[in-house]
């Protein structure tokens, strides 16, 4: 059964699937790309999915170098917590059976790009603030707790709030 075009079936299966064995509801997302030394874009990666692959184009804008020609790593950044919240809040009320009627979201925050430039120590934002529009029938009583919800189990917030053990290698060729 499909509700807000989320397949219920399919990630109660997932869920069921999860609760026999934790390990199977673990994955590994993985994204190699490389750096153009030429015209063009700066930043390019084929992303390969369940059923396809596409590649993104990454530009950092003309005040840090780049051309400002396509997405810089920030707005993915934001679009990937944007899309992400989204998704776990659709989730969470299809799971619930509330129906959805429409559902937008905005994400920003004010960069402070001194810290990358070297000129101090502040951090790289103050903050980033997500607005959800939803409209549905439900009590607003209702979406707000589908909202905290979310809050609570979307990835790419927990991501951002929490401590994430960052590795990093050089490999010089």
């Known amino acids: 059964m499909k509700q807000n075009n989320i397949d219920v079936d399919k990630l109660k299966a997932a869920i069921n699937e999860a609760r026999g064995d934790i390990e ?3 994955r590994v997302n ?7 030394l030429g015209e063009g874009p700066q930043f390019l990666s084929e992303i390969s999915f369940e ?4 590649v993104l184009k990454s530009d950092q804008p003309s005040f840090l170098g780049g051309g400002g020609t396509q997405p810089g790593p920030m707005h993915y950044c934001l679009y ?25 979201v905005t994400a920003e925050g004010k960069m402070d790009f001194s810290r990358v430039f070297g000129l101090s120590n502040n ?11 939803v409209e549905s029938d439900a009590p607003e009583k209702e979406i707000k707790r589908i909202e905290a919800v979310a809050y609570e189990r979307c990835p790419a917030v927990y991501c951002l ?13």
């Open 24 to 26: 199977k509801a673990k």
């Open 51 to 54: 059923k396809g692959k596409v």
């Open 80 to 104: 990937g917590l944007a899309s992400c919240y989204t998704a776990t809040f659709v989730t969470t009320a299809s799971m619930e059976g509330i129906k959805l009627k429409k559902v937008k």
């Open 161 to 173: 709030t929490n401590a994430i053990k960052l590795d990093t290698s050089l490999t010089v060729l």
């Open 123 to 133: 951090p790289i934002t103050e903050g980033i603030k997500i607005n959800l529009f």
């Open 30 to 36: 993985k994204i190699e790309g490389e750096w153009n």
